[in-house]
């Protein structure tokens, strides 16, 4: 049986809120697109998103019917995230978080991904990985 979209609403705040500790715990995330980069999706109102899935199993699964030559599961180290972060904003992208059969979790702006990131990490390992360091000072200057 298909989930009510108030089951799908429900299920999809959980994943969001899931996504940015277990991101921030692992140091790492995962998207979705080849070795030249990721491979942006576009929501429904034209806006484009980049999606991103806290493992590789989510990530994989989510695009197994729509595989072109060369995509793949991308990992994503936060300590390699940061650059990325200025080249979309300039990009004028968007944050696509945890999608599930086309659901996604939540949807960002690169500031409030970086901010939100930044806030699931506890008080207490803040200043002990660079990648923390570098969202933190970039998350002050994005537009």
């Not at 939540?106 to 699931?120: D, I, K, P, W």
Request: net charge negative; aromatic share 8%.
């Amino acid at each position: 049986m298909p989930f009510s979209r108030l089951e799908r609403v429900a299920a999809n705040k959980v994943r969001d809120a899931a996504f940015f500790p277990r991101v921030a715990e692992q140091g790492r995330c995962f998207t979705w697109g080849t070795d030249e980069g990721i491979t942006p999706w576009e929501d429904r109102n034209g806006d484009t998103l980049l999606p991103f899935w806290p493992d590789e199993v989510s990530a994989s699964s989510e695009n197994q019917d729509d595989v072109e030559p060369g995509e793949k599961v991308l990992e994503r180290p936060l300590d390699e995230l940061g650059g990325s972060l200025r080249r979309w904003v300039d990009a004028d992208v968007g944050i696509a978080v945890h999608p599930v059969d086309g659901n996604i979790a939540g949807t960002y702006s690169v500031r409030e991904f970086a901010t939100r990131l930044l806030h699931a990490v506890p008080a207490d390992q803040r200043d002990s990985a660079q990648w923390v360091k570098d969202l933190a000072a970039l998350a002050r200057v994005l537009p």
